[in-house]
């Protein structure tokens, strides 16, 4: 089995920039496809940016293009998010995600089964 962890979630004004980090464990070398979401309160869970295994491009909403950059160090099994400009929109709970197989698309979250708990970002004007 395969499991993340997520870390480095906090509070930040306006403007600010954060790091998420998350952390797979397990049968790592299965991983097809990794990638964030995120929900706010009382609104859906929405895709945020995507990493294939075999791809180094990532794949963003159109809400966090040119301000969101994700990547991946092999050697520690770690998926960031590097998060500058940061606006009160963005605060929500952030989930990392993983697919062991294709999938229809990297934005579809029901084709990922393994989540992580979480990591809050909090987004202050």
Sequence with gaps: QVQVVESGGGSVQDGGSL????????????????????????????EVAGLY????????????????????????NTL??????????DTGMYYCAAALAQVRGWRVADDYPIWGQGTQVTVSS
């Design 19 to 46: 790091t998420l980090s998350c952390v797979a464990s397990g049968y790592t070398h299965k991983i097809y496809l990794m990638a964030w979401f995120r929900q706010a309160p009382g609104k859906d869970r929405e």
């Design 53 to 76: 295994n075999d791809d180094r491009r990532g794949y963003y909403a159109d809400s966090v293009k040119g301000r969101f950059a994700i990547s991946k160090v092999k050697a520690n």
């Design 80 to 89: 960031y998010l590097q998060m500058n400009n940061l606006k009160p929109d």
